[in-house]
């Protein structure tokens, strides 16, 4: 190891609301945090959480990419038993099949199995679904306002109602799939609640895998198994339909919502996106980049040591990765705290980097704006119908408006 190591970073133990978003925005506490470095060691929930005296608090962009993109040195694997080595750690029965917890060879033999439903003409042929339910949740929206209430009519249903296109759940099932999912991530709700609704939702599923199983059709379950077979278990593709649905409603939900609510507050940037496709994308993207509603992925756990940041980081700690603090970074674009999406910079991390970047990035891209575009279209003086200060975060695992009541 010839890198150069600095002074150790300092240990803080952060206010017990740095975490918590402002709207739009990063919590002022996480500034304050980050004023510490790009790397440091707290102490607090997380490290109570995690059973160890410190973690490692990731903020700056380049930090943050690299240990991202390092699976050499770091694993997503958790620790449940007191094996010797993350590798020979068995994954528990309940996230089997999911990627996010997976190291190659296995995380790249799943992953190679989904690439296929993720191309781009893949992606075309889905489009037109897409824009049809989104006009449908927009005339629906509109039959109940103004005032009306974008996240629960719109944002949500389309975030939902998309993976369910995506992913082959037959249209009779979609609503209350959707209500089981929503609640098993809903942390007001309690813990057997939420076990409960687990439960039902894995039945589904095993349901769904087994009907596949004995006919597949044309949807991704069922060319996953005529392309694979006995190579995939039922289990693993529980976790991974599983990985899929969980990761993407929300995100898209909230990706959504603040959104629109981002576009509210940049008129010009609203102007630009009814532009045409090319500035469109170039909107989606800065918005991906400046609202990151999925804030910090799993832990990484160093299974070797090594230096990131002029920090060692030694094998057994664990390191937390802050998106949205890194894609709110100056080493990654200057005046990253502003939107605008004429800007030039580098890739941001609001889909992931290394092997776990968000294998569904171009379908949640493409979705984005097709629903902004739409809402626009059909609302072009679409405007707030309370003061933002009363829009509230929902309290779940993703960041996402609870409710958004606007006017047009």
Known sequence: MDQDIDEVAPLVRPTANYMLRTHCDPHEDMFDLRAHGPL?????????????????????????????????????????????????????????????????????????????EFTARRIRRLEPAMQELIEDRIDMLEAEGPPADVQGVFADPVGGLALCELLGIPRDDRTEFIRRVRQNVALSRGFKARAHDSAAFNRYLDGLIARQRADPDEEFIGAIVREHGDDVTNAEL????TGLILGGVETVAGMIGFGVLALLEHPEQKDLMLSGKEEADRVVA??????????????????KDVVVGGQLIKAGEYVMCSILMANRDEALTPDA???????????HVGFGHGIHYCIGAAVARSLLRMAYQSLWGRFPDLRLAVPREEIKLRNAFIDCPDQLPVAW
């Open 40 to 116: 440091v060691r707290i102490v607090g929930s997380a490290s109570t959480q995690l059973r160890t005296e410190y973690v490692w608090q990731a903020m700056g962009y380049d930090v943050v990419r690299q240990i991202l993109g390092d699976h050499e040195h770091f694993t997503t694997r958790p620790r449940w038993s007191s094996a010797e080595s993350p590798a020979d750690e068995p994954i528990p029965p309940d996230l089997i099949g999911q990627l996010s917890v997976y190291d190659p060879p296995e995380h790249t033999r799943l992953r190679g199995m989904l690439t296929p």
């Open 238 to 241: 529980r976790g991974v339909f």
């Open 337 to 347: 705290n502003v939107l605008d999406a004429n800007r030039t910079s580098g890739s």
């Open 286 to 303: 800065e918005l991906l980049r400046y609202l990151s509603p999925v804030q910090q992925p799993n832990p990484r756990l160093a299974i």
